[in-house]
T-cell receptor, first 112, second 117 residues
Framework: NAGVTQTPKFRVLKTGQSMTLLCAQD?????MYWYRQDPGMGLRLIHY???????AKGEVPDGYNVSRLKKQNFLLGLESAAPSQTSVYFC???????????FGSGTRLTVV | AQKITQTQPGMFVQEKEAVTLDCTYD???????LFWYKQPSSGEMIFLIY??????QNATEGRYSLNFQKARKSANLVISASQLGDSAMYFC??????????????FGKGTHLIIQP
């Protein structure tokens, strides 16, 4: 019963490097989300997807790109990392019409 | 304007006392959902309770209840008989329904609750 799995769990990047965070869910959920959590800010929505092949911008999308080529996977990309992107990133998924959201355990990213 | 406001950055409460965590929200939609999550120091997000805007009764889940006052746009979380394990960050969140609920949750900034023995 994996639920939502995020990889990697920790990463340190240098400014300007690129990386991709992977979110995988095994619950056949239609909706998937990427959030970032900064101290004192709660969770803020970066991008989300309502189905395979579709993505949409959330509250704080700048500097990030996403793709959902398969229903079970939602990728978050940083093309040129900046120190302001140092954060904890959470992926979540939900079933259409459901009140339940399943969160991954988070990825702690530090950009130096 | 913030959609979710949690006015208590931190709270200290004696063990076994009841706790009320405040949450006010702002929306012009008639249909919406309100959520509370717990985030312990380990970092995972734990769902606690849900209240729909059309639900006539306040939601309850074990020791958790949601004091929903629609006219005041408030959705306070009440924890009865607090325990040391309740020490954590607590987040109030809202989902506005007209988008089919697909566009995710909007979170408040959280309240750091510390239960003292």
């Amino acid at each position: 019963n994996a639920g939502v799995t995020q990889t990697p769990k920790f990463r340190v990047l240098k400014t300007g490097q690129s990386m991709t965070l992977l979110c995988a869910q095994d619950m056949n959920h239609e909706y998937m989300y990427w959030y970032r959590q900064d101290p004192g800010m709660g969770l803020r929505l970066i991008h989300y997807s309502v189905g395979e092949g579709t993505t949409a911008k959330g509250e704080v999308p700048d500097g990030y790109n996403v793709s959902r080529l398969k229903k079970q996977n939602f990728l978050l990309g940083l093309e040129s990392a900046a120190p302001s992107q140092t954060s904890v990133y959470f992926c979540a998924s939900s079933r259409q019409g459901s009140n339940g959201y399943t969160f991954g355990s988070g990825t702690r990213l530090t950009v130096v | 304007a913030q959609k979710i406001t949690q006015t208590q950055p931190g709270m200290f409460v004696q063990e076994k006392e009841a706790v009320t965590l405040d949450c006010t929200y702002d929306t012009s939609d008639q249909s919406y959902g309100l959520f509370w999550y717990k985030q312990p120091s380990s970092g995972e997000m734990i769902f606690l309770i849900y209240q729909g805007s059309y639900d006539e009764q306040n939601a309850t889940e074990g020791r958790y209840s949601l004091n929903f006052q629609k006219a005041r746009k408030s959705a306070n979380l009440v924890i009865s008989a607090s325990q040391l394990g309740d020490s954590a960050m607590y987040f109030c969140a809202m989902r506005e329904e007209p988008g089919g609920g697909a566009d995710g949750l909007t979170f408040g900034k959280g309240t750091h609750l510390i239960i003292q023995p």
